[in-house]
């Protein structure tokens, strides 16, 4: 058995290159340490490498010897969970709750787990064992060779995501890439990430220059091949959302067009293979409803037909319309017709149904607004959709989507105090403060004031000149942070103006404004501006512990939940914006 | 003279009193001053026609009618958050066996609840659920899918036990692992030879053992749907309540851990990914407690894509607090007081309550939840200081029964005998008579009290208790009624928003009581007229209580025997004469009847006798007590300012109040009116000390605040002084301004210079002492900001304040 037929069959398209480039370093002298890069879809390499490395040194392989160790960064945090996972799948050592989860001890029982020296002391018992004949520790990786038993045997470390190292075990990035040399053993380590080496290199050339490997960027065709080839062969594995026949083998050509055409579609945003598989799993259950609908429809009229008919199915009239869609030219008449691929003009119509719908779906499911499954749940395709003439398809469309709408929550909950308070947040963080007294200035004096200053202080550039940097809206560059007095001064003129009629009379403020200022000093508002702080629709930016200072907030929300916020509380948002939308 | 100058009682009218119902209202709602000597004794003037045990009575009477109302509040609350407990603890139980086919890889569940106010109910009530379906796997029935029984371990976990990544997998792992009666016996693991008590693969090490005990037990149960692949992934279910996991969002503040947000969110980054990546193995669920709302989702903000990718998320919305309160407001309590249609009142026929809140109560909770705090909290605790407040009056002994504490009606009629209550007896002997006849009074007003008998004036107010109920049944019934046509009818459908319900409902209450209900109902078409008429026998025909039903037999005749006169729905349909000649007689009679039928029963319920004893009438909200006191939603800092300002007004102020719940007798103990405003040396030292200040510019140099604040202290003492002793106020005088100008005369002999300069010393050691606490109590009311760098210098921090 050659290498290449264990590589093959596990290698996915587009791989290729990188799979037998590992290989043949892998399975003669491999350097010490090789970085592999892949920006794009780093899973998948893992996912590779992993396969590989598993054939590589699968016991029966007399090529190899050896065992690897397959760790993620992310969930090592730290030097005792690294040196734990390492050693325990180096040796295929697998915890057991009944021993008390004891770690691989080797045979004289030492802890390996202490520090770094420790763990290179580690390595080395491990590259020494024996594997003893019935041994009660065996795993995947095990390495049970007979032969050459005085020889140490290959060892290999794949860190995956190694970017993170930096962050989790920093003092453990130099020493991983010197693992060999450390602990003189045969030992490779191997870095996988999407960030490049340069990105998190430690200074002063402590490491050494790995062996680089760039994964190159997937085509077309392999992206089409790896969605293609993960078509569920299992139907069992349906859920209650979708049809038990939603992934039929008969729907697989059906199911690679679908794939050609979602990939025109989303390409242009995104060629993760596992992005544009999660979008299948949403949108195909809806996709071929209606021909298993119409299926469906077919075997009921046979049914009908073969109990009319006293038991001879054979006289059932072929008048259907869908059954000519679905599934011209079965044997129908001997016994229940079978799901066939559909025809070229249902899958074209199909198609054209469909594809406004998977732009929705590309814009909710990318960013996981919503994850797939509600979203096929929302998104189900009208019941018997190819039996619905063509100029209903529309409405039918629309009263599906319709009776399951998303439920109306949130921020319209807040109470009325809340928006306010939300959007006089909102305008303190994009209005620059000099121009407060202006913006909301009410009274003679300011008034005179704001006319002068806009007579001597021209804001715009005289047309034609460039007048410095393009000035960029404050709305559009992000909130800036404002002091508590402030925020509560704007509240105060957005309830004066908008909220006095709303609130219970109350004789006992005479002055004009003063019941405002009462309102606004109480406990309610405060309590109101932590609560939002609390729930981060305002952000706090001083530090919470100082009561010395006059804590400081940015606004948490954007400008389109302001303006709903600033409507449902009767506020002219954008006459109150020094640079209105 | 005492600094504190708010809280000052003029008079002190006995400590004792304290015992009664006021001042367990102080502690039950935590909102009034914890020292308040004048506002409580403040009540007692009710003790005058108080029984000699009337607080303790009345105490019980609250606590009788509160407990039931409470309960009430939470089966609605409880009904309210049922069906989404039961989708969470679906989506729980089916997270991993109910899984998209076709996924590329599978996802960790999480389920982000936003249940503005009152989430800790609903997470009690799913917990429970769980619990249940736990408990129900034994004996659950055969023919069941196993995966349906899925036990579901959970753990909570606060954002306390967090503060970094390994304390927070800590807390996961060992939450499950060592939990004293888990499934699995706990084994003894060495601290260093083991898998570390953060590593996430001890949880999967004790969950495969878990699968294994577990599996075993099954066989036991289950011979015949044993299906051990599929159910050893979803036996369990790990339910890891990570109550507010996204610290940022929880309410009890995650400040305390003192992490920089940053590092918090990087920390939650990672958690997620460990966590993800064991999915397959380890089932684990995430239910979280968002307290930020759902629209613009805290946690799409928060986590990036990559992160999110990881995760199945699921935002749940549990109803707002608006519709909880509104909800809690129609079904508890609730009548709409007299014919003011200004409450949003709905009410549960079923439910009785004790006490009925009236519309300026109903008015200020529902003003106060639209407007600052829809929580549950804030109105429970609304309705109980409503209460509470209530429950001031002597005569509310009698809430729940007219037994006065004892075990019989005799007793109780000897209680009232008894000299002691004497009092008590008279006033309610008045309530009585006047109710049955107002002209009474008059009469009975010159003649010396006759002894009443008790036990005829307990079975009034029983009679009168009973003649409460009936009108206030009566009044739901008929509310109930007027929404039924106001929905069907009339064609306001039921599907709008809750503000526009409610001004539905006012518009419909306007039109009842001008009639014109009957003019819109005789215009009804045959099919609405049988929709509302079904409508309104089903009504009927459903009410609970056996009373109700006898009492509404009438109604409920009259229904039927219109629904007979209608001619059938489908016949006209066909002929489409909606006004044919029959139907508008049917209609007109049945129009007639409705607006007879509602008038009689929208009466004002202060027209009962004693009405005040189950009902709060237009009693306003205990929520203000005095113009600048507030027990409910305050105005502290203002308050503190003025009081500061202006110490004599609250003092005056203070005794109106006082004089408002004493009577008139007290009316003179305090200032008058037509005071004059008093002067600066009048007021109290931290009062003097705070007009100083607020003519300071930011910085105040201290050393120059004294020398002010001295200036008036001299000009206190030479009036109090008076014309007394003038060498030695002008000697004090002298001193006291030494330090402003030199020249100081030598008039005085040498003697009494002796003794005016010890007196002096004295005076000025006065001065400063006083000084220093004034300047404290000003500091300790955050008046006062030191600087690091000037040590003579504070800093104002407020400024603008209106005088």
Redesign the interface.
């Known amino acids: 058995m050659t290498t290449e037929d264990v590589a093959d069959a596990f290698v996915p398209a587009g791989y290729d290159t990188l799979v037998a480039h590992l290989e043949i370093l892998l399975s003669s002298y491999p350097p010490p340490f090789i970085f592999i890069h892949d920006p794009e879809i780093p899973?998948i390499t893992c996912s590779v490498v992993h396969n590989l490395l598993s054939n590589l040194l699968q016991p029966s392989q007399s090529s190899a010897r050896g065992s690897f160790a397959f760790v993620?960064a992310?969930?090592t945090?730290?030097p005792?969970?690294f040196y734990?996972?390492v050693l325990?799948a180096l040796t295929g050592w697998d915890?057991?709750?009944?021993?008390?989860?004891?770690?691989w001890?080797g045979t004289d029982?030492q802890?390996w787990?202490?520090n770094l020296d420790a763990f290179l002391h580690g390595l080395k018992a491990v590259s020494m064992q024996k594997p003893v004949k019935g041994s009660d520790t065996s795993g995947k990786g095990k390495a049970r060779a007979t032969v050459a038993e005085d020889e140490p045997h290959r060892m290999i470390l794949v860190v995956e995501r190694a970017e993170?190292l930096k962050?989790?075990v920093p003092d453990l990035l130099v020493p991983l890439t010197r693992l060999a040399e450390l602990a003189q053993v045969d030992i490779t380590t191997i870095f996988i990430s999407d960030v490049r080496w340069e990105g998190f290199r430690p200074s002063l050339g402590a490491s050494p220059e790995p062996y680089y490997v760039d994964v190159s960027i997937l085509s077309k065709q392999a992206t089409i091949d790896i969605m293609e080839s993960?078509?569920?062969a299992d139907?069992a594995?349906?859920?209650?959302?979708?049809d038990p026949d939603?992934?039929h083998s008969a729907l697989r050509p059906l199911y690679g067009h679908f794939i050609s055409t979602l990939y025109s579609i989303c390409s242009p945003f995104t060629r993760d293979?596992?992005?544009l598989?999660?979008i299948?799993?949403?949108r195909?259950?809806g996709f071929v409803q209606p021909v298993l609908d119409a299926h469906r429809r077919q075997i009921e009229e046979w049914k009908r037909c073969s109990h009319a008919t006293n038991g001879h199915p054979s006289d059932m009239p072929p008048s259907d319309a869908s059954e000519d869609e679905a599934a011209p030219g079965t044997e129908q008449e001997a016994q229940e017709p079978l799901l066939v691929p559909p025809t070229e003009d249902v899958r074209i119509r199909l198609t054209r149904l469909f594809t406004p719908s998977l732009t929705a779906a590309l814009d909710a499911l990318?960013?996981?607004?919503t994850?797939?499954?509600?979203w096929?749940r929302m998104h189900k395709s009208p019941p018997d959709l190819l039996a619905v003439p063509p100029a209903q398809v529309p409405s039918a469309f629309q009263a599906a989507a319709d009776s399951s709408g998303p439920?109306e929550?949130?921020?319209?909950?807040?109470?009325?105090?809340a928006k306010f308070v939300l959007v006089a947040a909102f305008l303190a963080s994009t209005n620059p403060p000099k121009s407060d007294m202006r913006m909301f200035g009410r009274g003679p004096d300011e008034r005179a004031k704001r006319r002068r200053r806009r007579v001597s202080s021209p804001r715009k550039p005289k047309p034609g000149t460039t007048g410095g940097a393009v000035k960029i809206p404050q709305r559009l560059l992000g909130p800036t942070s404002f002091p508590l007095d402030r925020l509560i001064a704007i509240l105060g003129v957005l309830l004066e103006e908008n909220d006095v009629e709303t609130r219970?009379v109350a004789p006992?403020y005479t002055l004009p404004g003063e019941y405002t200022?009462?309102e606004i000093?109480?406990?309610?508002v405060y309590?109101?501006i932590m609560?939002l702080a609390?729930?981060?629709?305002l952000l706090r930016t001083s530090s919470?512990?100082k009561l010395?200072n006059t804590p400081t907030f940015k606004c948490g929300?954007?400008y389109d939940?302001a303006l709903r916020l600033a409507r449902d509380v009767g506020v002219m948002l954008n006459d109150l914006m020094w640079e209105p939308a | 003279m005492s600094s504190t100058c708010i809280y000052i009682p003029p008079t002190e009218s006995g400590g004792d009193d304290r015992s009664g119902s006021p001042s367990i209202c102080t502690n039950h709602t935590g909102l009034s001053h914890e020292d308040e000597p004048g506002i409580t004794p403040s009540y007692s003037s009710f003790q005058v026609r108080d029984l000699p045990d009337g607080p303790n009575l009345r105490l019980e009477a609250y606590r009788v009618a509160w407990a039931r109302c409470f309960n009430h509040i939470h089966s609605i609350i409880r009904t309210l958050h049922a069906t989404l407990t039961a989708e969470i603890v679906d989506q729980i139980n089916m997270s991993y066996t109910d899984v998209l086919p076709g996924l590329p890889y599978p996802e960790g569940s999480v389920i982000a609840v936003h249940a503005q106010g009152g989430s800790s109910s609903l997470y009690a009530n799913v917990m429970q659920q769980l619990d249940d379906t736990e408990d129900e796997m034994p004996r659950g029935d055969v023919s069941n899918n196993p995966a349906h029984h899925n036990g579901a371990l959970h753990i909570h976990l606060y954002p306390a036990n967090c503060p970094n990544l390994v304390a927070t997998m800590k807390a996961i792992v060992t939450g499950f692992v060592d939990c004293e009666d888990g499934p699995v016996a706990n084994v003894k693991r060495k601290p260093t030879t083991s898998l570390a008590n953060y590593d996430i693969n001890l949880l999967r090490a004790w969950y495969d053992a878990l699968g294994q005990y577990t599996l075993s037990c099954m066989r036991a149960l289950w011979p015949n749907t044993f299906r051990p692949k599929s159910t050893l992934q979803n036996w369990s279910c790990f339910c890891m309540i990570l109550n507010s996991l996204i610290p940022l969002l929880c309410k009890t503040c995650f400040t305390s851990a003192g992490i920089p947000s940053t590092v918090r969110l990087a920390l939650y980054k990672s958690l997620r990914n460990v966590d993800s990546m064991h999915i397959p193995r380890l089932p684990l669920v995430f239910l979280l407690d968002l307290s930020s709302p759902t629209t613009p989702s805290y946690i799409h903000r928060t986590y990036p894509r990559s992160t999110l990718a990881l995760l199945r998320v699921r935002l749940v919305s549990a109803p707002s607090g608006a519709t909880v309160v509104k909800e809690v407001l129609d079904k508890v309590d609730t009548s709409f007081a007299s014919l003011i249609p200004c409450t949003d009142t709905f009410f549960d026929v079923d439910f009785e309550p004790d006490i009925m809140p009236g519309a300026r109560i109903l008015d200020y909770i529902i003003d106060f939840t639209t407007r600052h705090d829809a929580s549950l909290d804030a109105l429970i605790t609304m309705l109980q200081l409503a209460y509470m407040r209530h429950f001031d009056e002597p005569l509310t002994c009698f809430a729940s029964d007219e037994l006065l504490g004892t075990t019989s009606l005799s007793l109780a009629a000897s209680k009232l005998q008894s000299p002691a209550s004497r009092p008590f007896l008279d006033s309610l002997h008045t309530r009585i008579v006047l109710a049955s006849n107002p002209d009474a009074i008059a009469g009975t007003d010159g003649a010396p009290p006759r002894a009443p008998d008790a036990a005829q004036l307990l079975t009034e107010v029983s009679a009168a208790h009973t003649e409460f109920r009936r009108r206030a049944r009566g009044m739901r019934i008929a509310l109930r009624v007027a929404r039924i046509v106001q929905r069907v009818g009339l064609g306001h459908q039921g599907t709008r928003k809750d503000r526009d319900v409610h001004m539905d409902d006012l518009e419909m209450l306007s039109l009842v009581l001008r009639g014109r209900v009957a003019r819109e109902l005789r215009k009804l078409s045959v099919q609405q007229l049988h929709a509302v008429l079904a409508e309104l026998h089903a009504f009927f025909h459903e009410l609970a209580s056996p009373v109700l039903r006898r009492e509404e037999e009438d109604a409920r005749v009259r229904i039927v025997s219109a629904m007979a006169q209608l001619p059938p729905d489908d016949l006209i349909a066909e002929a489409e004469t909606p006004t044919s000649p029959a139907v508008t007689q049917v209609a007109t009679s049945v129009a007639e009847w409705l607006v007879e039928y509602l008038g009689e029963r929208f009466t004002r319920l202060e027209d009962c006798a004693l009405w005040d004893v189950w009902y709060t009438g237009s009693s306003p909200f205990p929520a203000e007590l005095m113009r600048y006191m507030k027990l409910v939603n305050p105005a502290p800092r203002v308050t503190v300012v003025s009081a500061l300002l202006r110490p004599h007004d609250f003092m005056h102020a203070y005794s109106q109040l006082k004089r408002r719940y004493t009577g008139a007798a007290e009316s003179t103990d305090e200032g008058d009116d037509d005071t004059p405003a008093p002067t600066l040396w009048m007021h109290p030292d931290t009062s003097i000390l705070f007009r100083r200040y607020m003519e300071a510019g930011r910085m105040v140099n201290v050393y120059d605040w004294f020398e002010s604040f001295a200036v008036v202290l001299e000009d206190q003492r030479r009036r109090q002084n008076g014309k007394g002793d003038k060498g030695k106020e002008k000697a004090g005088q002298e001193d006291a301004e030494m330090d402003v100008d030199e020249d100081g005369e030598d008039v005085d002999e040498d003697a009494e210079a002796e003794t005016d300069g010890e007196e002096a010393e004295h005076w000025k050691v006065e001065v400063q002492a006083r000084f220093i606490r004034a300047l404290h109590e000003l500091d300790y009311m955050g008046f006062v900001k030191h600087t690091g760098r000037k040590a003579d210098h504070v800093i104002r921090t407020v400024y603008d304040v209106p005088d």
């Open positions: 899973r993620d992310v969930a945090f730290t005792r969970l734990d996972t325990n915890p057991k709750w009944e021993d008390g989860c004891e770690n001890l029982g802890r787990n202490e993170r962050e989790t993960s078509f569920p139907t594995s349906s859920s209650s959302l979708t939603t992934y293979p596992h992005e598989m999660y299948v799993a949403a195909w259950p990318y960013p996981r607004l994850n797939a499954e509600d096929a439920a929550g949130g921020i319209d909950a807040l109470p009325r105090l219970p006992q200022d009462m000093s109480r406990v309610a309590a109101e609560e609390s729930i981060r629709l919470a512990d010395d929300i954007s939940v």
